[in-house]
């Protein structure tokens, strides 16, 4: 079993918490994303249950123990940071074996796990060069590699792809996905990317000051964020949220409600609505932003292919009734509803 199950978590860093009464849990063989801006707590908890930190309260149990105050070499898990921590003197092969040959490892088990890791992640022509020698993608690999020879159950990504560019993000994200599915790894991954947790994970776990603001699957937080900051954070442009009492439209079942929100994608244009001003004008190819104004209030709405409104225009938007989200005073989430 490598299940991984967290219960009141707590990491006081003087005065600050920055994980407070943090608890979810990490089913077997799936990968759960900590998700949340920096500063949230997200790496914290993430190396509170490598044990590279102590906890000030709660438990971490692995597999159904209770690891909390377990040594990390015996937590049975892996990790990889965001610095690849490499050693810069070896090359591939011995960075690869270096933790092999610390639990002494029999020789010819290191040699076959090593053969089988290197033509997973495609390293087999590389294995005598130096660090210096690879360029990021290639030493990320030798960090995937690491983790697949350990051969522990559990694996721990601290943001192990924000080095990397936007290609490279793209093509390593597919790679580690499949290990991970192929390998049938319990992983925790901690990132700042929405794009990272949409497009990867099972679970995510969004965190804001080193609480959990909201768990569930990908599509279930984009779909039904429970808080202002959740449907903001998730989603790119982020959703628009206007004050009730600025928009010039009627909506039904407010009660209680005092922000409307309205995804830019569900935003449409039309010869009736809510009266915008065109700000900008941003042209992707298949899809184009435009950057609109309402009575000194920012909106922003996603259309497919080109539009020819330009900055100046002055056009109207609307939106259907059950693509509304409504919040109170506090940004928490009104009761599903039609409006």
Known sequence: MSGIRIDGLVKQWGDMRAVDEVSFSVGEGTLTVLLGPSGCGKSTILRLIAGLESADGGRVRIGGDDVTRLDPARRRVSMVFQSYALFPHLDVRE?????????????????????????MVGLESLLHRKPAQL?????????????????????LMDEPLSNLDAKLRAEMRDEIHRLQREL?????????????????????????????????????????PQSEFAAQFLGTP??????????????????????????????R??????????????????????????RGRALMARVEGRTHVAPGDTLHVAWD?????LFDERGRRVRDRKA
């Open 321 to 325: 009734p059950a693509d509304v989200h």
């Open 184 to 224: 049938n790894l319990t992983m925790l991954y901690v990132t700042h990317d929405q794009i990272e947790a949409m497009s990867m994970a099972d679970q995510v776990v969004l965190l804001r000051d080193g609480r959990i603001e909201q768990i569930g699957e990908p599509a279930w937080l984009y779909e039904h």
């Open 95 to 119: 960075n690869i074996l270096f933790g092999l040959k610390v639990r002494r490892v029999d020789a010819s088990e290191r040699e076959a796990r090593l053969v089988e890791a290197a033509k």
């Open 238 to 267: 982020p959703m628009n949220v206007l004050p009730l009492s600025s928009i010039d439209a009627t909506v039904a079942g407010a009660d209680g409600a005092a922000k409307l929100g309205v995804r830019p994608e569900k935003l």
């Open 269 to 294: 244009l039309a010869d009736t609505g809510l009266p915008v001003e065109v700000a900008a004008v941003d042209y992707m190819g298949a899809e184009t932003v435009l950057r609109l104004v309402h």
């Open 135 to 155: 360029s990021g993608g290639q030493r990320q690999r030798v960090a995937l590699a690491r983790t697949i020879v350990s051969k522990q159950p559990v694996c």
